[in-house]
């Protein structure tokens, strides 16, 4: 009772996902369409009470230009959720954008400061974060490679969440040998 099958594959243009073990499974199904990436994702998932959750999602990736627009919506038994996020690169940095339907905002951008690298992130509601499900992740940091090592880094950031960087403030020198 604990077999599980998967397949995945092409056909005609069309990638295929698919899986199940006892009686749940799901499918995902992508594909490219007029420049842009379309996902389509169902599931039924039997947890160990034998209730039954039904998902269903839909997501759209589509370049624009020098950013990239990815709207999603999904379905979990009858309730649905959006989210939209929008990425670019300027000037050697990565941003990113997006809120959903939950009125989580989240903003990050990355990249090179002179020899540094930085790293600043921000998501105003995390559920992730227990038992504080309401607060924001805030995530910031800077990495210095030393030049003419081999990969000595010294690096310093805060985190409240293990996510990029170790939660706490930290500041860390690392060497490779």
Do not use: C, R
Request: hydrophobic content about 35%; charged content about 15%; aromatic content about 6%.
């Amino acid at each position: 009772n604990q077999t599980s099958i998967g397949l995945t594959g092409s056909v005609g243009g069309l990638s295929v996902t698919a899986g199940g073990m006892n009686d749940s499974g799901g499918i995902s199904v992508s594909t490219s369409l007029m420049g842009a990436t379309v996902k389509v994702a169902a599931a039924n998932i039997k947890n160990a009470a034998g209730a039954n959750t039904q998902e269903t999602g839909v997501s759209v990736s589509m370049p624009l230009g020098g950013m990239t627009l990815a709207v999603n919506s999904t379905t979990v038994d009858g309730t649905a959720h959006w989210g939209v996020d929008v990425s670019t690169s300027v000037s050697g940095f990565a941003i990113s954008v997006g809120t959903d339907s939950e009125e989580e905002n989240k903003f990050k951008i990355t990249g090179p400061l002179g020899p540094v690298a930085l790293h600043l992130e921000y998501d105003s509601d995390d559920s992730s974060l227990t038992p504080l499900t309401d607060d924001p992740t805030i995530e910031a940091g800077v990495t210095y490679s030393v030049p003419g090592t081999k990969g000595t880094t010294i690096s310093a950031s805060y985190s409240n969440d293990d996510d990029d960087f170790d939660e706490g403030t930290q500041v860390k020198m690392a060497f490779k040998f």
